[in-house]
């Protein structure tokens, strides 16, 4: 099915240890974008992507990084992870405003 | 980014029609109104978005208000799927990239 795959769907992580999460769409979407969602609350943006080779912070991008080098791709790495991003992170994709977003179904992340 | 506002909870019986509000005063000549709804544990799903007509797709109506400073989501016929928290969110379309900013949205109730 056309969509957007986020892998893996879950994981833990021990503090200091690091990890990458893959993003894939397959609908030639231009513009990616990654959430997290702490419980209770809603989607807080990471980083953000508008293009094949292009990257941008978000409001909280601190202890993230990205990376679009194919435009169906984007992923988000934890260089040193620790227990404050214990979240649930979802990827987006879009075309222009006019149109809608796509998000794939959540990495649960835990971090201890 | 414009805000919007919403009330924390609703509830409905199964089988009747839902409205839900959305105040946005301070929205602009470009910004999309769009409705996102988010099952649990499930990533946030596109519902329904318009500019100034009132628009309806197989999932929702929308109706805008005739000065744009608030919307509705009507959900014709509400099942126990429908329950989920509902997000009302002001994107501008008047700039080369977009990302939208998530509130804490209404949670909707389905009771049989």
């Known amino acids: 099915n056309a969509g957007v795959t986020q892998t893996p769907k879950f994981r833990v992580l021990k503090t200091g240890q690091s990890m990458t999460l893959l993003c894939a769409q397959d609908?030639?979407?231009?513009?990616m974008y990654w959430y997290r969602q702490d419980p209770g609350m809603g989607l807080r943006l990471i980083h953000y992507?508008?293009?094949?080779?292009?990257?941008a912070k978000g409001e909280v991008p601190d202890g993230y990084n990205v990376s679009r080098l194919k435009k169906q791709n984007f992923l988000l790495g934890l260089e040193s992870a620790a227990p404050s991003q214990t979240s649930v992170y979802f990827c987006?994709?879009?075309?222009?405003?006019?149109?809608?977003?796509?998000f794939g179904s959540g990495t649960r992340l835990t971090v201890v | 980014d414009a805000k919007t506002t919403q009330p924390n909870s609703m509830e409905s019986n199964e089988e009747e029609p839902v409205h839900l509000p959305c105040n946005h005063s301070t929205i602009s000549g470009t910004d999309y109104i769009h409705w996102y709804r988010q099952l649990p544990s499930q990533g946030p799903e596109y519902v329904i978005h318009?500019?100034?007509s009132n628009v309806n797709n197989r999932m929702a109506s929308l109706a805008i208000a005739e000065d744009r400073k608030s919307s509705t989501l009507i959900l014709h016929r509400a099942t126990l799927r429908d329950a989920a928290v509902y997000y009302c969110i002001l994107r501008d379309g008047n700039t080369g990239f977009q990302k939208l900013v998530f509130g804490t949205g209404t949670r909707l109730l389905v009771s049989p």
């Open positions: 609908m030639n979407h231009e513009y």
């Open positions: 318009g500019l100034t």
């Open positions: 987006a994709s879009t075309w222009t405003a006019n149109y809608g977003y796509t």
């Open positions: 992507s508008v293009g094949e080779g292009t990257t």
